[in-house]
């Protein structure tokens, strides 16, 4: 406790619980933080151990120098008890002063295990009262005898970059390091608040001779992760066995984390993806570029803050894009598709409708024609028929009117792949061009005719009425 003399002088005391009678513990002032460490500045008188108590009268520095209350108020120090005179390596307490102390603001991040799935924690920055930096690593499952070089890097781990900061490295024997910051390496200076908005990330390495093996890891300032997300589901394409999910995660910068994870994929693998525009029913160019999946792991993980053309994209902007996710076979096999899935304004809602598509000339061809909304209202039509054969190429329209009543072609569907049985088209519009939504499309007078072939559209192999023509 530090109380103000009217001559501007000090009473510094000190009171500890547990010391014993007949013990007497050096205690003073250092420079510095404690993180830091520093020589003394001021002496304190010993802490008596039968009371815990230390009451000093501060007036001056060792060094010479008057030093009132107000200026231990700021001080640059941190006071310190030692166990013994013979014994002045063992301190028994310790704390930050002056302009040293905590405020009470502080950011906790996540440090995620990365070599080792048993070792992770969090890294605290906390704000000290002259505006600098605390950085507590604290971690679990590290091992006594270690010693792992801590660092915060430029950029998000999802993109590497190099140190900017270095940290006390992490003691395996208690998973802690605590590193007081006032400039990057680089000797600009930075705050705490500068700290938390900061682009980058912190790494904990296996240790100084092996810095390319990670332990834990976490991003950090304008890189963390808010907690708001979007998944959206990657199927199958060419491999039934291949599916997974790509998860959009805001960052505290407006930037979006994106990490693709498949199942059923294998080592040894490298599968690019991409963001591509407009629908996967419709195919479009590549709009961003993702790191290419793991195939060990089926993991991809990339930060997303442009798109290839350098135009700036948020998170906010990717969620309502109209573009899908892709996933390829290889580089050198990008025509094979493994995963995809709409994202964005593309994404379907859940809302569909299924109408059956009966046989017409040809009694073993039957199916469903399956209408999903997207986020933006417009429409996934799928059909899907048994019993068409590898090599047919069918196309398929809805028509004005009912089936009974027939009518002009309305709207173009995909062909349906003979040997998939398979037809997917997004509709936004009708031939005229006049737009149409799926809430359209549930009320519409029209039916749907899958014919035989480009050449042979008179003879039908399925036929079914939809929207208003459906009871």
Do not use: C, W
């Not at 073993?364 to 933006?376: D, H, P, Q």
């Amino acid at each position: 406790m530090f109380e103000e003399r009217q001559n501007g002088e000090t009473v510094v005391t000190i009171k500890l619980d547990g010391t014993t009678a007949g013990n007497s513990h050096p205690a003073h002032i250092h420079s510095n933080s404690a993180a830091e460490g520093g020589g003394i500045a001021i002496d304190l008188n010993a802490v008596d151990g039968g009371t815990g108590v230390s009451v000093t009268n501060v007036e001056a520095l060792n060094a010479g120098g008057a030093i009132t209350y107000d200026d231990l108020l700021n001080f640059d120090g941190y006071a310190q008890v030692h166990l013994g005179v013979d014994n002045m390596g063992t301190f028994i307490a310790q704390g930050d002063i002056g302009g040293n102390e905590l405020t009470g603001e502080s950011e906790v991040y996540e440090l995620g295990p990365v070599a080792d799935p048993n070792i992770h924690g969090t890294a605290t920055f906390a704000k000290r009262k002259n505006g600098f930096t605390l950085v507590t690593l604290q971690l679990e499952g590290t091992s006594e005898g270690d010693s792992h070089p801590a660092h915060i890097h430029n950029n998000s781990a999802a993109e590497g970059g190099g140190i900017a900061v270095d940290f006390k490295p992490v003691d395996g024997a208690t998973g802690m390091s605590r590193t007081t910051i006032r400039k990057l390496n680089d000797d600009t200076p930075i705050t705490y608040d500068e700290l938390i908005n900061f682009n980058g990330y912190a790494q904990v390495h296996l240790s100084t001779s092996q810095l390319g093996t990670f332990i834990a890891q976490g991003d950090i300032g304008a890189n963390a992760l808010t907690g708001e997300s979007m998944e959206y589901p990657l199927n199958p394409v060419s491999d039934p066995n291949i599916s997974g999910k790509v998860t959009f995660a805001e960052r505290k910068s407006g930037a979006t984390l994106v990490t693709i994870e498949l199942e059923g994929t294998t080592d040894g693998g490298s599968h690019p993806a991409h963001i591509h525009n407009n629908t996967a029913a419709q195919g479009g160019g590549i709009a961003v570029d993702f790191k290419p999946v793991e195939g060990a792991t089926g993991i991809s993980k990339t930060t997303i803050r442009a798109l290839n053309d350098a135009t700036p994209v948020t998170y906010d902007d990717l969620i309502n894009f109209n573009g899908y996710v892709q996933v390829h076979l290889s580089s050198d096999n990008l025509g094979t598709l493994i995963a995809q899935g709409d994202i964005g304004q593309n994404a379907l809602t859940g809302d569909k409708v299924e109408y059956t598509l009966n046989s017409v000339s040809d009694p073993g061809i039957s199916g469903i024609a399956t209408f999903e909304k997207r986020v933006n209202g417009t429409t996934l039509v799928t059909i899907q028929l048994e019993g068409t054969t590898a090599g047919g190429d069918h196309p398929a329209h809805i028509h004005n009117n009912s089936a009974e009543e027939s009518g002009p072609i309305a709207i173009d569907l995909t062909n349906v792949n003979g040997a998939t049985g398979r037809s997917r088209t997004q509709v936004t519009q009708n031939r005229d061009g006049d737009p149409i939504t799926y809430d359209d499309l549930l009320v519409y007078d029209g039916y749907i005719n899958v014919h035989l072939s480009p050449d042979n559209l008179g003879t039908l192999i399925a036929q079914g009425n939809i929207g208003s023509n459906v009871e």
